[in-house]
């Protein structure tokens, strides 16, 4: 099916502290097949460099439809939003940094959108592992291997957001509130050809940083699911009863024995977690897990009862 460069696309960008890899985001956009699009970067309040070298990757190409916006946002969330405001046109694309994607994908997400005649095409993100530590991390989250719904690397139109709302405001969790919502009325359309994949690790490759991160996501997003965070809050209260009440052994081995299951069940591919180093690090990445989630929510009931 060819398509024609016909339909204008607004490709919405938030960025914070990029400097190093805004340069690859911009030449991979800038080399899309699609043309018939605006960029709009929108500064999710930088210290870094990276308005200034967007600045001068701007003049130097000589980009008339890219566009670096500074209004003081600060999470992606109302990045997006602002975005969503300043736009040209009714189709609108999302894309993060420190992603990879192929030079058709712009293209194939209209394309895709024009053939079913449909108003939204979500992206795809790949869970591939670079290293052991990514493998263990991905296993105990997403799943290792799969393609999860995300919204860098979708394409919506703009009347969407009219019917379902923006994106709330806020540091983590409101793109999943957002596809649940549209799910619990709509179809998800996907395009297989839709893939994004990151560019490096995942999540960080080390203890401390993973614990920092799961915690901080954990805390901004449980306000979104404040009945999964009080259930997943009580029942690791409940575990530390048991071992309290009856002994510590069985408890506790009944919990690493699912701590180390769950990434096989999880996972689409199973034979990376053989891998010694990888297999070694199932548990103590599942307990830093449920330890920071366990203090994230924590402190968000916390704040909510006083």
Known sequence: MKLKNNIK??????YHNEEKTIIQTLHLIQKQTYKNFEVLLINSSSEDNSSKIINIFIKKNKLKN???????????????????????????????????????????????????????SLGLLSTYSQNEFDAAVISQTWGLD?????????????????????????????????INNLKKKNKLFKNSKAIIKYEGNIHPDNYQDLFKKIYLYSYHSSKFFIKKSFLYFIGLLFFVYLVVLFNIFLPTFIYFFLR?????????????????????????VGMIIDISRLLGYFRRIFNIIF
């Not at 670096?68 to 736009?87: A, M, R, V």
């Not at 299951?261 to 180093?277: A, D, E, G, H, R």
């Open 9 to 14: 696309v607004s490709i919405i960008v938030p």
């Open 66 to 120: 890219f566009n670096n916006i500074n209004e003081n946002t600060i999470f992606p969330s109302d990045s997006k939003n602002l975005g969503i405001k300043k736009s040209k046109n009714n189709y609108l694309a999302f894309m993060d940094c420190g992603l990879k994607f192929n030079k058709n994908w712009l293209g194939d997400q209209i394309k895709f959108m024009d053939k079913y005649k449909i108003d939204f």
């Open 146 to 178: 799969k393609m999860i719904s995300v919204i860098p690397g979708s394409v919506i139109k703009k009347k969407i957001f009219k019917t379902f709302g923006i994106f709330e405001v806020s540091r983590a969790g409101y793109d999943k509130l957002w």
């Open 260 to 284: 180390i299951m769950f990434p096989f069940y999880k996972s689409n591919s199973v034979i990376k977690l053989f891998k010694i180093k990888t297999f070694i690090r199932l548990l103590p």
